[in-house]
């Protein structure tokens, strides 16, 4: 059975991470903590995807948040 990484909480079997959504919830808050650039790519996608002739631009955002997070993670 798989278990959270983080906490070691029992997971959904249609889960398909191996940590939970508290945990990836709160490592994303800490993500924002101390990066506050990657909230500010965050909260850019976040906005503009309520527009939709914004797609493309909301694309990069995303993108360029996703690029973020991959750095960090591959500290
Ligand atoms: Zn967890």
Request: aromatic share 6%; hydrophobic share 35%; charged share 35%.
């Amino acid at each position: 059975m798989a278990k959270c990484k983080q906490c070691g909480k029992v997971l959904p079997k249609v889960w398909r991470t191996d940590i939970c959504l508290e945990c990836s919830r709160a490592n994303v808050q800490k993500i924002f903590k101390e990066n506050p650039e990657v909230k500010q790519a965050y909260q850019e996608s976040i906005e503009e995807m309520s527009k939709p002739e914004n797609i493309e631009k909301v694309a990069n955002s995303f993108s360029r948040f996703m690029d973020a997070v991959m750095k960090l993670r591959g500290k």
